[in-house]
């Protein structure tokens, strides 16, 4: 029981990452939604497109995930978000003590840290799996071709980057901006957990 109680606390940092994704999970959708169909249009999924409307969409994608980075780092708040980056790069002195919080934790919870990262890892590579196999090795590819929902000359590429966009990057962007705000310092670590946390 112990073992167990030990190994959900070395796994908060990741739990509070999939805890936040599902309670704001329309938002994170929308947002990687936006960022998906802009990557089907770039990709001819809907046809050629001009070279100025695909550096249109790009900055569209980006912003969109942006977005959703900001929103992620003030904990559901675009406001907070924009607030710390803002700090981030005003307060020199708050910087430096950033750094050295982030340096100490680092070194004393690496293990900690190798063990979220490795679990993360394992489950975007499970999610980039699924949808190769959804690409690959379904009918969805050539159904949406035959239905005329995609372009004839189109790829499978439409189809993996409708998903990614909604899945592995906005899991990957929450989990990066959730272990920004953990590493930085213990108490910011503490809102994490009692902004996501179950009530």
Not at 35 to 43: E, K, T
Not at 55 to 72: K, N, P, Q, S
Not at 82 to 89: E, P
Not at 150 to 168: A, H, R, Y
Request: aromatic share 12%.
């Amino acid at each position: 029981m112990n073992v167990l109680l030990s190994l959900t606390n070395r796994l908060s940092l990741l739990s509070h990452t999939l805890y936040f994704i599902r309670k704001h999970l329309l938002v994170l959708v929308g947002l990687g939604l936006i960022a998906a169909v802009g990557r089907v249009i770039q990709l001819g999924g809907f046809g050629p497109i001009t070279s100025g409307f695909h550096i249109f969409l790009e900055v569209i994608i980006e912003v969109a995930r942006g977005v959703l980075f900001v929103y992620v780092l003030g904990l559901a708040s675009l406001k907070h978000g924009a607030s710390r980056i803002k700090h981030l790069f005003t307060d020199k002195s708050s910087r430096k003590h950033y750094w050295r919080v982030a340096l100490q934790k680092g070194k004393k919870q690496w293990a900690e840290i190798l063990l979220n990262f490795l679990l993360f890892l394992g489950i975007a590579w499970v999610f980039n799996y699924l949808i190769d196999t959804l690409a690959y090795q379904t009918c969805l590819y050539l159904a949406l071709k035959k239905n005329e929902i995609i372009s004839q000359t189109s790829s499978e590429w439409t189809i993996i980057l409708f998903f990614k966009n909604l899945s592995v990057i906005p899991f990957t962007l929450t989990f990066q901006a959730l272990f920004l705000l953990w590493i930085i310092n213990k108490s910011r670590g503490q809102a994490i957990v009692k902004a996501v946390q179950p009530k």
